[in-house]
């Protein structure tokens, strides 16, 4: 573009619109502008729209700034609404980056107003945008996440090098006891093994049918790999997503025995292996607490935490929300969560986290 294509351009107003269900034409422009922008993320693909609203029952806010017929960015916003955890717009729920994706600062900011605009008109009690990078210095900020990422080596065997001695004896052990990956094509494997661990953790899991929406959504972007013993038993899960040249691991489970087994370790070599040989360039780990036993496995892996910027505009409340399971005030919820049956926190437990996001 010439300068005074680009005047021309910036002269033009730009202006907020909602991204309608149905929409085809307006879905396929926001995926394109989605996979072309650096900023943004999986999460902001337009398919989750109608997954907060078709599986968790939310309604969704899917804002897009354009200008001259081109879109400058764009903010999946989502209500979540309930008596126990309050009312508040996020974006996204259930994902662990969000906010603005743009090209443009104006763009950018002309979604945040709109989104505060919806915030205000719906008395919810606070905005929450999930930043990668952080956008206000005057906004309260949850400092509770952390993202591990790290590039992923062109040949397989500097991957297994570039793996901390102890954690690369523990995938040597795994590879020793004959575990086996493979590609599932439904959550059918998957679904008890994730629903087992969350619940040993005292965590209610999420409801199968989420699981595969996400398969029929997103396609060959979402994939499961199931880890089997020597005899062919599955004993470990991941359910993944693929973004441009990116993988992330999403949602995982593992059977009690595969801890003897190093089946966890073996899983996440499996993943790396096989992305490096799919041609991907990044290995995102995803998200977890500071101080849990989740941030000393991917430490051990030699991966290093940087922060995520959870940024809060507050309405009707005077602190950011604390939903999660490292309040005190949920340990005793808790240590009689993993007490349930598994039919019963399987039945009960979508009831619960859709409330979460």
């Known amino acids: 573009m010439t300068g005074e294509e680009n005047t ?92 603005v994706a743009a090209n443009s600062e104006a763009a950018a900011q002309a979604l945040e107003n709109a989104a505060q605009a919806i915030a205000s008109a719906l008395r ?58 493979e590609i599932d094509g439904d959550v059918e494997r998957f679904f008890p093994l994730y629903a087992d661990n969350v619940l040993r953790h005292g965590t209610p899991a999420m409801p199968k049918r989420y699981f595969q929406k996400l398969l029929e959504v997103f396609g060959r972007d979402c994939e499961v790999l199931t880890v089997t013993n020597a005899q062919g038993r599955a004993i470990s899960s991941v359910l993944n997503f693929y973004f441009r040249d990116e993988i992330l691991p999403y949602y995982a489970g593992d059977d009690v025995a595969a801890r003897d087994l190093a089946g966890n370790d073996f899983k996440y070599w499996e993943l790396m292996r096989r992305s490096c040989e799919r041609g991907v360039k990044v290995f995102d780990y995803g998200r977890s607490k500071q101080g849990t036993g989740s941030y000393a496995f991917k430490k051990n892996w030699g991966f290093e935490p940087r922060p995520l910027y959870y940024e809060y505009c507050l309405y009707r409340r005077n602190a950011i929300p604390q939903n999660n399971p490292s309040n005190a005030k949920f340990k005793l919820f808790i240590a009689a969560w993993r007490r349930l049956p598994v039919g019963v926190a399987n039945w009960l437990g979508p009831f619960i986290v859709r409330n979460l996001g």
């Not at 700034?65 to 879109?71: D, Y």
């Not at 919810?124 to 945008?129: A, G």
């Open 8 to 99: 021309l351009s910036t002269a033009l107003p730009l202006t907020v619109k909602r991204l309608e269900p149905g929409d085809r034409h307006a879905t396929r422009r926001w995926d394109d502008f989605v996979f072309a922008c650096p900023e943004a993320t999986f999460f902001h693909r337009a398919g989750w729209q109608g997954i907060v609203s078709d599986v968790f029952r939310h309604p969704p806010h899917f804002l897009y700034a354009e200008r001259g017929g081109a879109i400058e960015g764009v903010l999946p916003l989502a209500q979540v609404k309930s008596l126990l955890f309050g009312n508040a717009l996020v974006s996204l729920p259930f994902a662990v980056y969000g906010g």
């Open 124 to 181: 919810v009690d606070h905005l929450e945008l999930r930043n990668f990078n952080r956008r206000h210095a005057d906004w309260p900020t949850q400092d509770l996440y952390v993202c591990f990422r790290k590039a992923i080596a062109p040949e397989i065997e500097a991957n297994m090098l570039a793996i901390p001695r102890k954690q690369r004896a523990m995938v040597r052990k795994g590879i020793k006891n004959g575990l086996r990956s």
